[in-house]
């Protein structure tokens, strides 16, 4: 099994639409967790880190549910320029080794 | 202008020919690490290290070696190219100790090995 697994999608949603996915990861212990964005094979760039309480960043909220050991990303008013990949990341307590899903494609149509 | 680069970008070779990927980053960061990344698998971690003369084994090591000399170089060696290494290469780095550290991520290099 994965330590973090994504629904690779992709996700084709219209300018204006919201739209969700979930990470799920493996590690109860895990600690913490991040959003990484990808565009066409350039380098990931750091999104945003995903607190306990949930997290907003202008359209993206993040949430964590450690019950269900799995965290998630909303966008909201989808824009065209938010066409990527998203990572999901984990970091376990203790550990330098960062876990990165495969990733979420999101595709925005005019 | 804060960066991580690295070199060669794309790089086309043939099977046991020993090869070099360089990375370096101008932060000051003592965290840095290889990652490679195929279709359907992520970014599996290759190889970190945590300061200069400091290198660890990441997920996937076999057939790979670092050195950390310096703090802002962190190279890649493939002693012995095989076709199974055939992957996008990432360098990052970061500062350790805080949990919620932000990977700052070159640009990758594209390896081909025939």
């Known amino acids: 099994r994965k330590e973090v697994e994504q629904d690779p999608g992709p996700f084709n949603v219209p300018e204006g639409a919201t739209v969700a996915f979930n990470c799920t990861y493996s590690n109860s212990a895990s600690q913490s967790f991040f959003w990484y964005r990808q565009d066409c094979r350039k380098e990931p760039k750091l999104l945003m880190s995903v607190y306990s309480s949930g997290n907003e960043d202008g359209r993206f909220t993040a949430q964590l549910n450690r019950a269900s050991q799995y965290i998630s990303l909303l966008i909201r008013d989808s824009k065209l320029s938010d066409s990527a990949t998203y990572l999901c990341v984990v970091n376990d307590p203790g550990d330098y080794k960062l876990s990165f899903g495969a990733g979420t494609t999101v595709t925005v149509r005019a | 202008e804060a960066q991580v680069t690295q070199n060669p970008r794309y790089l086309i070779t043939v099977t046991g020919k020993k090869l070099t990927v360089t990375c370096s980053q101008n932060m000051n960061h003592e965290y840095m690490s290889w990652y490679r990344q195929d279709p359907g698998l992520g970014l599996r971690q290759i190889y970190y290290?945590?300061?200069?003369?400091?290198?660890d084994k990441g997920d996937v090591p076999e057939g790979y070696k670092v050195s950390r000399k310096e703090k802002r170089n962190f190279p890649l060696i493939l002693e012995s190219p095989s076709p199974n290494q055939t992957s996008l290469y990432f360098c990052?780095?970061?500062?350790?100790?805080?949990?919620?550290?932000?990977?700052?991520f070159g640009p990758g290099t594209r390896l081909t090995v025939l």
């Open positions: 990052a780095s970061s500062f350790p100790g805080d949990p919620y550290n932000e990977q700052f």
């Open positions: 290290s945590m300061n200069v003369e400091v290198t």
